[in-house]
């Protein structure tokens, strides 16, 4: 982000602190509820006409079932969506990214690693992919309008039994609507570490995202979870405000990249710093992706 814009949004932060802490608290509540109402009505809302013209356009065979089920659901797995040349590339530059990633005694200690939003500024092929035409489609579509990335990175599981604490229990990202892709590099059993969603579950509105754990119990009342599982090459879409969980175990490594998406001009909660892509490939972008990556 340049620092134009950053000051720019760090000010406009402060300003609704500021007015948001001037007011009664019963006031305070009634401004925090109408701006999160706003962004329900209108911000969440899809357009039916722009999601014809992105189905029109999709080249992706079985185009419409995957999105009206991610749009019914919540989620979606479309398999073997990058085909072997491209899941080579892949995993070798996972294997690089991983070798080079800067210690972290707590992710070892869940046997984890992840590959931190800032490192996406180091790797042109996830920088690239990011742009893949059906990948792009299937999220336009579920938010029925354009999307901007709001975070992206990579993750390892190794094989681990391990207690529910952090993204291994049930929880929703606290930021509402919010289309996460998952390119799965390796095979993702369903019995395996696979990240459980339940369906349905991304229509419910959270208008205090303060607290996003979830009580187990709740969460498997309101439904059977979902598996986010598929072979090698596949990739899975969710929506982050769908309870769901990671669920680590014994069964095999799992490799994964993700990008995160909402729309732009949320006025109740705001977007993520924009990730950095590498050089070489923000020098190729046309006026639509750079939009995509809030480069203006
Ligand atoms: O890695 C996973 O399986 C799920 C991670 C998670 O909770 C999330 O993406 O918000």
Sequence with gaps: MNAHKETEITMDMKLKNIMSSSLPPIARRAYH????EYDRQFYERPSTAYRRRIAERSELPGFQVYAETLCANGGVVVPNFFGPKRLAEMRVEFERLVATNPPNREAEAERSVHIATSRFSETALFSK??????LLDLVQYYWGKPVVLNGTGGTRYEPAELED???????????????RVFIFMSDVPEDGQCTKYVPGSHLTYHYDVSHSRL????????GK????????GSIAIFDTNCAHRADRNTGPRRDTWNYSFRAPGPISTDLSPVPTLHPDVTKTLNKEQRRIVRIV
Excluded: T
């Design 215 to 222: 009580k187990q119990d709740e969460v498997l009342r309101a």
């Design 225 to 232: 979870p979902a598996c986010c599982a598929g072979s090698a």
């Design 165 to 179: 604490s952090g993204s291994n229990q049930w929880h929703h990202d606290g930021k509402r609507k919010q289309a």
């Design 33 to 36: 509820y109408l701006r999160a």
């Design 129 to 134: 992919l990011l742009f893949e035409p059906s």
